[in-house]
């Protein structure tokens, strides 16, 4: 068995090569409504685990055939930190990652575990879901194991985030009718502010999900971004917009030093017009064009992250 897969072009960390922690079948303690994998029980293990030797040769092999690989990204049918031996398979993948960067995509359901933050210390990029800072929000999108709490996970990735030098994303996925109401983002707003993440994707369902529930559209996601004020969101857009704004240099630099807008948002929302006018910003170094763990963000001047690549 082949416990690789891809390289696939990823807009937002560019060519990636996945390795799949679960290959058997679905090995998670979430059982969230939008899953992309069939609905399942959570389970708090991962069934029938390949073994780390399988794993390195596979990954060398790949690495050998597509040499352009930039980014190796830890991930699972399920929950990758439910791997048992994922300290070591982090330890021998930082061996021959070489120039690549090591990318986990967790659902924080084990943050609060110091030997999971420790592990996790070692990797690149850490991206961390967070669909709600509530415990019956969280139950009902997420569906966790009985006993995993929400607000274990906001205090785990809290204290994770304050010694964490390397990339901290996290991934908010809106569900509609669960947590698109104002009331949610506004809460989950106050921990991501603590949390301070180098970005934070915005997205919603886009394939066929585990249970009948539905996207919420562009535009909602647009208004809900304005809940984050001051954090770098990645909205991931899906849709064509019905127009783009026209907007003044003075308008933009309003809008940036409300929200850091990324290049998905500019393609997305500005006229041609309006992308003239953020260039003529940028010669006059009036605004700042910085890489956010990948992604292209325009930010005010007076905003320089320290956790910019
Ligand atoms: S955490 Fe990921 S794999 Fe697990 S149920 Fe949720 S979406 Fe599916």
Redesign the pocket.
């Given at each position: 068995m082949n416990y690789t897969f891809g390289p696939i072009n990823s807009r937002r960390f560019g060519l990636s090569l996945g390795i799949d922690l679960s290959p058997d079948s679905?090995s998670?303690?979430?059982?969230?409504l939008?899953?992309?994998?069939e609905a399942?029980k959570?389970i708090d293990k991962i069934t029938n685990p390949p073994c780390i030797e399988d794993i390195i040769k596979d990954v060398q092999n790949a690495l050998l055939k597509e040499p352009n690989i930039e980014v190796i990204t830890i991930t699972?049918?399920?929950?990758p930190t439910l791997y048992n031996e994922l300290d070591t398979l982090v330890d021998e993948l930082n061996k021959i990652k070489e120039d690549k960067k090591l990318l986990i995509l967790s659902?924080a359901?084990l943050i609060i575990n110091p030997n999971i933050q420790a592990t996790l210390q070692k990797i690149d990029i850490v991206k961390l879901?967070l669909d709600c800072a509530t415990q019956k929000c969280f139950k009902k999108i997420?569906?966790p194991l009985k006993g995993i709490e929400v607000s274990d996970i906001i205090d785990g990735i809290k204290t994770f985030s304050k010694s964490f030098i390397h990339d901290l994303i996290i991934e908010v996925l809106v569900v509609k009718g669960v947590n698109d109401k104002e009331e949610e983002m506004d809460a989950l707003n106050l921990v991501l502010k603590d949390i301070n993440p180098c970005r934070i994707d915005l997205g919603t369902i886009d394939r066929p999900p585990?249970f009948d529930v539905q996207a919420v559209s562009s535009e909602t996601l647009k208004n809900l971004s304005s809940h984050f004020i001051g954090l770098p969101i990645s909205i991931i857009h899906k849709e064509q917009p019905k127009t783009r704004i026209d907007l003044s240099e003075e308008a933009i630099i309003h809008t940036i030093k409300r929200r850091p807008q990324s290049q998905s948002d500019v393609d997305y929302l500005f006229s041609e017009h309006s992308k003239q006018n953020l260039q003529k910003l940028l010669d006059k170094k009036e605004i700042l064009k910085q890489k956010i763990a990948g992604v292209v963000f325009y930010s005010d001047i007076t905003r320089l992250s320290s956790k910019s690549k």
């Open positions: 679905k998670c303690n979430f059982d969230c939008y899953c992309e994998l399942a959570p699972s049918n399920g929950e659902n359901s879901s997420d569906r585990a």
